[in-house]
């Protein structure tokens, strides 16, 4: 939606079409009177389209999920019209396919945006274990890449796999945060007043709860911890994984650790600031190596260290900028000793948060970002008129 509105402001009109069901959640949320439907201003258009809602009931119920969103969504798109870019992003790969074939059908060019090695990403950590599904899957990848006019990916990670299968333009455009979004002197205290956590040190983790995000390890850290009474262990967010890590701290009587339902992005910035330290982590997979998560340049804008239990391509950032500690993830004894070391050198914790607001500041802020990007499709449009 942030590209939406900076595509807007330049004079472009934009239509978007999305589903009612969260990708997160799995739930569906709102009808077609919600307010983000239809018309916002002048520029930008949103349509919603028929999903069927059952994303986390199983693997199959959430192909069923994709592909009934990629049959509403082709609908859908061919009734709009004076399109002069079809933009497709990735995952779900399925509807990067509805975009591809928007625009044969309009005969306009097709940029494929690639945010994740889908089903790479899926087949290593086992959630895709069909053969015909893969060979599906890999198939339509290979097409994708094959076909699009400009491949687009967020971490240079990526280049070599999408230029193995296919893709002949590559454009690496890195993932990025709003730098006004966040206050880095704000203190977050209305936050720490709603969980009672006024004077700890807060070891704050946001996102999502998945099977990629290797939550136990962070569990684990917190029971090495839990004798260390200052300290407190915070998971924001939600996704499929949720219950079973609430039921293990209940379990384990984790009382260092708090669960807290996602937030609206408006109201992330008074939960990083609430943070002395962020924890960014995956499971120990080899192709993680190559992802460049979000959420930590949301980290480094709030200007909070970061503990990076990730190996590769933002071990990188977060080494070259100095703005954190990497472990090595799936290592619960070093993700607590990195927690307590900066809990124990606040001058420490507090260098490396400066020194990741100013990385985003120069060279990660989402507007610098956008630019690039709306350049390259800007350059594309007049390219193939």
């Not at 999305?18 to 997160?24: E, F, G, L, T, W």
């Not at 998560?293 to 950032?317: Q, S």
Request: with cysteine; charged share 20%; hydrophobic share 45%.
């Amino acid at each position: 939606m942030e590209m939406a509105r900076f595509l807007a402001r330049r004079g472009h009109k934009v239509t978007i079409i999305a589903s009612r069901v969260s990708y997160m959640t799995g739930k569906t949320g709102g009808s077609s009177t919600d307010a983000e439907d239809g018309e916002i201003g002048d520029q930008i258009t949103i349509i919603r389209s028929y999903t069927y809602p059952a994303l986390h009931k199983s693997f199959l119920h959430r192909v069923i999920s994709f592909f009934s969103f990629m049959a509403s969504s082709l609908y859908a798109g061919l009734k709009v019209r004076k399109v002069d870019l079809m933009w497709g992003t990735s995952p779900p790969i399925f509807q990067g396919l509805t975009a591809l074939l928007l625009g044969k059908f309009k005969r306009i060019p097709f940029l494929f945006e690639v945010r994740d090695l889908w089903p790479a990403f899926a087949i290593d950590v086992g959630v895709l274990r069909n053969r015909f599904l893969i060979l599906a899957s890999e198939w339509l990848e290979r097409l994708l890449y094959r076909n699009a006019n400009i491949v687009v990916v967020n971490s240079p990670g990526f280049v070599e796999h999408v230029k193995s299968c296919g893709a002949e333009r590559i454009r690496v455009i890195p993932n990025g945060s709003d730098p006004g979004m966040f206050n880095p002197s704000d203190d977050g205290r209305q936050f720490l007043e709603m969980l009672g956590l006024e004077g700890k040190f807060v070891a704050l983790y946001a996102g999502a709860h998945g099977m990629s995000n290797d939550l136990g390890i962070l569990l684990q850290a917190a029971e090495i911890l839990r004798d260390c009474t200052e300290i407190a262990v915070v998971l924001l967010g939600d996704g499929k994984e949720k219950p079973n890590l609430q039921e293990t701290a209940q379990y384990k009587g984790l009382n260092n650790v708090y669960f807290v339902p996602p937030l609206p992005k408006n109201e992330m910035s008074q939960a990083l600031a609430a943070a002395d330290v962020c924890i960014a982590i995956l499971k120990p997979v080899p192709l993680y190596a190559t992802v460049y998560p979000n959420k930590v340049f949301d980290y480094m804008a709030a200007g909070r260290p970061i503990v990076c239990a990730i190996d590769g391509e933002i071990r990188k950032v977060i080494e070259e900028y100095q703005s954190g500690i990497f472990v090595s993830p799936g290592d619960s004894k070093a993700l607590a000793k990195a927690i307590l070391d900066l809990y124990l050198d606040s001058i420490l914790a507090n260098k490396m948060g400066s020194n990741g607001r100013k990385a985003v500041e120069n060279y990660f802020a989402r507007y610098l970002l956008a630019e690039k990007l709306v350049l390259l499709m800007e350059n594309l449009v007049d390219a193939t008129k």
